[in-house]
């Protein structure tokens, strides 16, 4: 066969061409997720320094994670901001989808202006909150301190209040993003199942957990899923929110360190301490207890998710 009746032959178009197409898009996933993820996985087996080179080590590097005081407390405010801004940020976008899930004049007008942060520059967002949670001249103090005769907390400064501080914005940067799918989700229960409970007898309260409740249980899922993975990997706004720049200490982290999660460890090892393989390690830490995570969900949904 020629190779001009090859190149027009059925074969080469359904065998061929689909690959060539999608080669670009392949080398990019091999070259720029697949590669770095081998090599940051070798660089956590070695010492590595970018201007010195590596050294093989082995385990070295998870066993100096088991005794790190500094690692252990950061995996302690990672789990604790999980646990807190997991259940408050999938329960928030729930009742926020279900109060514009209306069909009421202007709703459209609420749907986007809550999804608004969402499409906002985290940097920009991040540093306007910075100034008006400064206890000095910030605007929520003193509209706490002038309506309501309140002192208001150093909210970013104070070991107590940090984490929970990042995790209340952290939910309402977000919640537009969980509330666009809790939406759809909602309006693909049928109003005859509904109507019919109600026939029954039952109020809009059992309506909702017998009926809307378990029906949408497969966009639930999804979100507890993508909400944990986000939560684990929270840095931008801890970063700008608790940076020298923003006066809290001189590293990201907080006051006492009480808002320094994996990821900013991860990146203060490698890109200020110059420890790569160190920090490699801490990556690969957080990848596999994302991993058994989302492992332990998948294998729970089958009891309350109803597809």
């Known amino acids: 066969m020629k190779y001009s009746d090859l190149i027009r032959s059925k074969q ?31 660089l956590s087996f070695q010492r590595y320094n970018p201007i010195k ?27 604790r901001f999980t646990l807190m801004y997991v259940p408050l940020g999938v329960v928030a976008s729930l009742v926020l989808a279900l109060l514009v899930n209306n069909r009421l004049k202007g709703v459209v007008l609420f749907r986007s202006f809550y999804f608004l942060p969402v499409i906002s520059a985290v940097a920009a967002t991040g540093a306007v909150w910075a100034w008006l949670l400064n206890p000095l001249y910030g605007l929520v103090n003193y509209l706490l301190d002038t309506w309501f005769n309140l002192k208001g907390p150093e909210w970013l400064g104070n070991p107590d209040t940090a984490l929970g501080t990042i995790v209340m914005l952290n939910v309402w940067l977000t919640i537009g993003y969980n509330m666009v799918i809790f939406l759809a989700g909602l309006q693909g229960v049928p109003r005859e199942l509904k109507e019919a409970a109600i026939v029954d007898g039952a109020n809009k309260i059992k309506t909702f957990f017998r009926v809307t409740l378990p029906l949408i249980s497969p966009t639930t899922f999804f979100i507890i899923i993508i909400t944990v993975i986000r939560s684990f990997q929270i840095f931008d706004l801890v970063y700008i929110l608790t940076s020298p720049a923003a006066g809290e200490g001189s590293v990201p982290g907080g006051p006492a360190g009480s808002t320094n999660v994996i990821s900013i460890s991860v990146f203060l090892n490698a890109f200020k301490y110059y420890r790569m393989g160190f920090a490699a390690s801490q990556a690969y830490i957080l990848f596999i207890l994302v991993a058994i995570i989302t492992f332990i969900n998948f294998q729970g949904q089958k009891k309350w998710v109803h597809y």
């Open 12 to 42: 080469f178009e359904r065998y061929v061409i689909p690959y060539l197409f999608l080669l670009p898009i392949l080398l990019g996933l091999i070259f720029f997720r697949l590669g770095p993820v081998i090599w940051s996985f070798i």
């Open 53 to 79: 080179g590596g050294t093989w080590i082995g385990l070295a590097n998870y066993k100096e994670l088991i005794g790190d005081k500094d690692f252990i407390q950061t995996f302690g405010n990672t789990v």
